[in-house]
Structure formats: structure tokens, C-alpha cells
Nanobody, 123 residues
Framework: VQLQASGGGLVRPGGSLRLSCAASEFTLDDYAIGWFRQVPGKEREAVSCVSVDDSMRHYADFAKGRFTISRDNAENTVYLQMNSLKPEDTAFYYC?????????????????WGQGTLVTVSS
């Protein structure tokens, strides 16, 4: 089973990116999904998490009002729309899954991880 995050890149401050998290060899219907990020040398931190049916969403304080998590189970994909990006948002972004309706949005609570995608916010 695999998760693959994509959509990262270089963007100017104030710009936007949409990250995608796609699953292969399994369906996401039964999994809560989280986005997490990590700067080398620092701990991985939660960005946003979403329940199986998209009815529960959690955002880290820094993401509120700027980031939106959503899921399209028909496409087997979860998205993270990031607007008004700041240089401090620069990090590797990872998606992760746990087979539960929802789980508290902490890295240790999610056990299926994909490779990260690098987001760089710089002028």
C-alpha cells in the first residue's frame, strides 16, 4: 500500500499551491487522512487532518484561514489547498493515513506514510 504526495514546488510569498495525496493499491474510503510537515532538523508537525466522510477537519493554528483540506473519495485523493503562503511554510509536506473514522491530528496517530513533497516559499 502506498501514499504519494505531490504538488510541491517553489512559490513566491503570498502565492498558492495545491498538494495532492493519492493512494495506490487501497482505497481511502476507510481512512482518516492527515497532512504533516517537517523542516530538516525539526520535529514533524501536524498541518491538517480530515475524517473519512470529510465532516471533521482539524487545522493547526498556522493553517487556519489559509489552508483547506478536502477529499474526493471517488478519485481516491485528498487535497491540501494552501493560500497566502509564507516563507515559514517552507518544508517537506507528507500525507498519512490511519484506518479509523478520525484520529487526533498528531503524527504518531497516523501509520501509513507517503514520501513527502517539498514546498519552498521564497522571493
Amino acid at each position: 500500500v502506498q501514499l504519494q504526495a505531490s504538488g510541491g514546488g517553489l512559490v513566491r510569498p503570498g502565492g498558492s499551491l495545491r498538494l495532492s495525496c493519492a493512494a495506490s493499491e487501497f482505497t481511502l474510503d476507510d481512512y482518516a487522512i492527515g497532512w504533516f510537515r517537517q523542516v530538516p532538523g525539526k520535529e514533524r508537525e501536524a498541518v491538517s487532518c480530515v475524517s473519512v466522510d470529510d465532516s471533521m477537519r482539524h487545522y493547526a493554528d498556522f493553517a487556519k484561514g489559509r489552508f483547506t483540506i478536502s477529499r474526493d473519495n471517488a478519485e481516491n485523493t485528498v487535497y491540501l489547498q494552501m493560500n497566502s503562503l509564507k516563507p515559514e511554510d517552507t518544508a517537506f509536506y507528507y500525507c498519512a493515513a490511519v484506518r479509523a473514522y478520525y484520529h487526533v491530528c498528531r503524527p504518531n496517530n497516523y501509520d501509513l506514510w507517503g514520501q513527502g513533497t517539498l514546498v519552498t516559499v521564497s522571493s
